[in-house]
């Protein structure tokens, strides 16, 4: 180190994660050529926007990301779309993208960059400030992200989650997707119908498609379940209430904790021991087995038709946020 340059722990101490804008590193007396050399190729520094470095190689943590990317945009800015839902403890649907979506100002020109996708907007909503980082409120996050996304699986999974959580509803959700214009809103469209309708996971939705292959009744979607005495048992995936016979789409793959699992263990036991009919479909066999799932479906239901109904209630879901299905049902 040259005599006369500031001390690394200096440096370091004014960065915010080991991220901090290039005018403050020469403020803080570091010549600029000697800035932007450190940040070449090979060197021991990145740029991770105009004018904001990360002091260290490798891959930003999302931290280190956010913290830029909150820097890049300015005042007003807020982390929205898969990496605002994080945050929020989303977990299900598609992994992190490498580009964070970012909101500014619609005034503010702000530049894209590789890791940070920028979009202007009118519609700024108040942010939430979460581990130090402002994001957008969680149903426009959760809508900002479904719109960027392809596949109906994994948008059915981040609504679903989100829902499940309790973080919105499906009314938020839907009246932030009308909000949004229609631009990539086709599928979250879609999704949010089934959602509404009680389908609450991508598994459930293929489980709701073989359903009407089926030529069954339609059942109530994520019904809640009372013994004679007014007890829960449980929240049935699909409940179908004359003759007593539940659909349970579950598989440890699903479940957050081992203990979600134990949970859902313990339900089938008491679905049981009610004397309740339980069909127990692994959610991949709905995709990989769907005609055998069909006939295991159509016999349970006369194998339930063929005894008398066991004493238990049923309520059906009535309104977009029950929390039942693949991962809420379980949280008894």
Known sequence: MRAGSPHPDDLFAAAVAGVIRARQLVELGLPETTVYRRCRDGGPWQRLAPGILLMATGHPTPDQLATAAVMHGGPGSMITGLHACHRYGVRRGPALPP?????VPHARQVRNTELMHVERTARLPAPIVRGGFPLAPPARAVIDAARRLRSRRE???????AV?????????LSAELTESGRRGSSTPRKVLQDVSAGVLSAAEADAKKLWQRSGLPEPWWNA???DADGNLLGIADAWWDDVCLAWEINSFEWHLAPQD????????????AAGVTVLP?????????RAQVIDELRKSYASAASRP???VRASPRDDGRQHGGLTGGIRQ
Not at 155 to 161: A, G, K, P, Q
Not at 164 to 172: A, K, P, Y
Not at 263 to 270: I, P
């Open 99 to 103: 580009a964070l979506h970012l909101l």
């Open 309 to 311: 109904r066991p004493d």
């Open 224 to 226: 809640r379940v009372h």
């Open 164 to 172: 499940q959580r309790r973080l919105c509803t499906v009314t938020q």
């Open 261 to 272: 699992y134990a949970r859902e263990q313990e339900k089938r036991a008491r679905f049981a």
């Open 281 to 289: 479909t692994l959610p991949r066999r709905l995709r990989t087995h």
């Open 155 to 161: 948008i059915t999974e981040l609504v679903s989650d």
